[in-house]
């Protein structure tokens, strides 16, 4: 079959995620046909580097010898088995070895095949904990503004958002939403901000927003807490609602809230967990020990399906019992703790330590601050927001007057199709420009890709 065929057929038969289908068929599809290193070729065989790590996921580049190497090996021995009633080799072995590197409270590991079932296992989790202790009435969840937890419905019903969700509305169950400390106001109403480096103190003003901030969750416990069975937070930066970076001491001052309140913590490390924020885990920043903990997207290092989410032995004990005490947690997927995913979990883990990963992000995103800063000054930069290897850049129409572009324009859209000509991909959360680079990108291939960003804004 002739590769030129592919975008044809994907056009007759496919329905893309997250995508304006009108939009997409009138477009021309890139197909991608293989990947080598921090690349991606399509079916034109033009290269592009992958600036977004194939939605947030990739850590060491494609085609990894070491990975390829673990997968192989384990497809020589087993592809799947279930985990319902049997276990296997490589989901063992890599529970033994995330228990070495996740907060030393959580001890263990309830595996699933994506960042939304490991979220929604962790709610249901969390309501189960306290109604197995006889609460039955704790089962409502606090979330904050513009998170996002994936696209089940529990999922859906903590983290909300007006553009996605509003169909199902109705169908969501009852959530707190607290407010989440960001400088700049949301779409509209914005201040040009600052880059936010990592690590750096608060200004005033953040310090200030941060203590509002908490404070009015700690209103929202004092009015519920005997209903709230946990709240979920998305550690140190929201992804998905724009990397929105948390003011220090933000963090812990919810753990301690939550702990007050005789509430569970959950932390959401879909995105940011792996070495992405530069700590293996974003929680590390403040040092908070959460009761829940999500992973998924960069555990395998971005090449196989596998989500994971963790519990204190506390949380794991209240879930013991005779059979027909109805305390089991009755949840699982036909392709939980996949041989294959586990296998490359745990080739991934192996080259975190061996290229010493995480101190290497923390290094480079200094770097990457650095070269982000010469686009601040750009007329349609309205703020630039990173924490190590999450970065977002806001564009706005007029400065002066904080004008947002016409959201009809999709300028961000526009611009990530203009730097494609330059051979990066990227992919946008509205008019914010995203780049989330594979942890493994080196110095002079983020440099490609902040230039081609550079370009494409200031021909806006
Ligand atoms: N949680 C967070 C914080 C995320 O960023 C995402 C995806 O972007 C999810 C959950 C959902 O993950 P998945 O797309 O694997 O279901």
């Not at 939304?116 to 989790?125: L, M």
């Not at 608060?202 to 969750?217: E, H, M, Y």
Request: aromatic residues 8%; neutral net charge.
């Amino acid at each position: 079959m002739a590769l030129e065929n592919l975008a044809h057929l994907d056009k007759q038969y496919l329905w893309h995620p997250f995508t304006p289908m009108s939009l997409w068929l009138q477009d021309d599809p890139l197909v991608i046909v293989a990947a080598e290193g921090m690349h991606l070729i399509d079916q034109h065989g033009k290269r592009y580097l992958d600036g977004v790590s194939s939605l947030w996921c990739n850590v060491h580049g494609h085609r990894v010898p070491e990975i390829d190497a673990a997968i192989e090996a384990q497809l020589k021995k087993v592809a799947h088995s279930t985990m319902l009633g049997l276990s296997n080799e490589p989901a063992v072995l890599l529970a033994e070895r995330l228990m070495k590197i996740v907060p030393s409270n959580l001890k263990k590991v309830f595996y699933s095949d994506s960042g939304a079932t490991a979220t929604e296992v962790a709610f249901k989790i969390a309501a189960q904990y306290w109604f197995n202790k006889g609460e039955k009435n704790k089962n409502e969840f606090i979330g904050f503004a513009e998170a996002y937890h994936g696209d089940t419905f529990g999922a859906m019903s903590v983290g909300r958002t007006e553009l996605f969700h509003r169909a199902y509305w109705p169908m969501l169950f009852k959530t707190h939403a607290a407010p989440i400390p960001r400088l700049a106001a949301p779409l509209g109403g914005r201040v040009p901000g600052e880059i936010y480096g990592s690590p750096r103190p608060p200004s005033g003003a953040a310090k200030q927003i941060r203590d509002d901030c908490l404070a009015k969750l700690e209103t929202i416990l004092q009015n519920n807490a005997s209903r709230i069975a946990a709240i979920c937070i998305e550690p140190m930066v929201q992804g998905a609602g724009g990397m929105i970076v948390q003011p220090e001491g933000f963090l812990s001052g919810v753990r301690e809230l939550a702990t007050k309140y005789n509430t569970l913590l959950i932390a959401d490390e879909v995105a940011v967990g792996f070495g992405r924020t530069g700590k293996m885990f974003a929680c590390e920043h403040e040092n908070v020990q959460p009761d829940l903990m999500c992973v998924a997207k960069g555990i395998t290092g971005g090449y196989l399906p596998l989500a994971a989410t963790f519990a204190t032995q506390e949380i794991f004990d209240a879930f013991l019992g005779q059979p027909w005490e109805g305390k089991t947690f009755y949840h699982g997927h036909t392709y939980t703790g996949n041989p294959l995913a586990c296998a490359a979990a745990l080739a991934s883990l192996d080259l975190f330590e061996k290229n010493d990963l995480v101190k290497k992000v923390q290094e480079k995103s200094q770097q990457l601050a650095a070269m982000l800063n010469e686009l601040r000054d750009l007329p349609h930069v309205a703020e630039i927001r990173q924490k190590g290897f999450m970065v977002g850049i806001e564009l706005i129409e007029d400065k002066k007057s904080n004008r947002a572009f016409d959201a009809k324009r999709r300028v961000g859209a526009h611009v990530c199709k203009q730097i494609r000509k330059h051979g990066v991909l990227l992919r946008p959360l509205g008019d914010v420009v995203i780049v989330m680079p594979p942890l493994a990108m080196q110095v002079h291939d983020l440099s490609r890709v902040v230039k081609a960003i550079h370009t494409e804004i200031a021909q806006l």
